[in-house]
């Protein structure tokens, strides 16, 4: 379903983010992804959707590889591949409504994602997506009327509401206290079990990835050392990662 051959990031032609990476997740799997700071953990997921392109190696979504396509085509590809960011990238002066209904841009015309509008089947599906995350009662409060972990919530489910098949997200809970970041854990391990969303997840926090995620990749300076289930990530282990 999502294939990384031999995925090479470079950043200025000279350093190296992520080391030749072979990687297969399966349609449904609940990946979390760890290491140090500057181990690769940011650049190998934002390579599955090319917000960074690999210096080398192929990306496969579905059998295609996707380094290879248009940018209508990679447009199209990215609806079916949804983004959550450490720092939310919610438009602040922008309703709650609003900023889910931009998780339908990407199945818009450029003449009606300027303009934003929207059809009542969008309107249906953000709200649905809302109560998902069960925020209805905040839909048409400003985003910065919010807190934290409401606005996690939100940047949830916008990406729900592009419906797709893929959910990356990058250090999703680093910034919130433990009692929250619990709760949009919940949320992740929702939406993978219900609706067999596939979750690529990187966190900093190793006990929080042992009890979500069923699948750990440990990275260190760009390279896979660690790829198996959380149950069998022992403290050996964690040193080879981390020290």
Sequence with gaps: MLKLENITVLYDGKVLAVDNV????????????????????????????????????KVLVDNVDVTGLSNSQLRSIRKSIGFVFQDYNLIDRSTVIDNVL?????????????????SDEDYE??????????????????????????KQ????????CQRPKIILADEPVSSLDVSTSQTIMDYFKK???????????????????????RRIIGLKNGKV??????????????????L
């Design 225 to 242: 050392v660690y790829d198996g289930s959380a149950g069998d990530l022992r403290d050996e282990l964690l040193e080879a990662i981390y």
């Design 153 to 160: 919530r939100v940047a949830i489910a916008k990406t729900l």
């Design 125 to 150: 599906r953000a709200s649905t997506a809302l109560r998902q995350v069960g925020l209805s009662e905040k839909m048409f409060e400003r985003a910065d009327q919010l807190s934290g972990g409401q």
């Design 102 to 118: 931009v998780g339908r841009l990407g199945y818009k015309s450029s003449f009606k994602s300027i303009f934003g509008i929207f």
């Design 22 to 57: 072979n990687l297969e997740v399966k349609q449904g799997e609940f990946v979390g992804i760890i290491g140090s700071s500057g181990s690769g953990k940011s650049s190998l997921l934002k390579t599955i959707n090319l917000l960074v392109r690999p210096y080398k190696g």
């Design 191 to 213: 939406v993978n079990e219900k609706k067999n969303i596939t979750i690529m997840i990187n966190l900093h926090d190793v006990n929080l990835a042992k009890k979500y995620c």
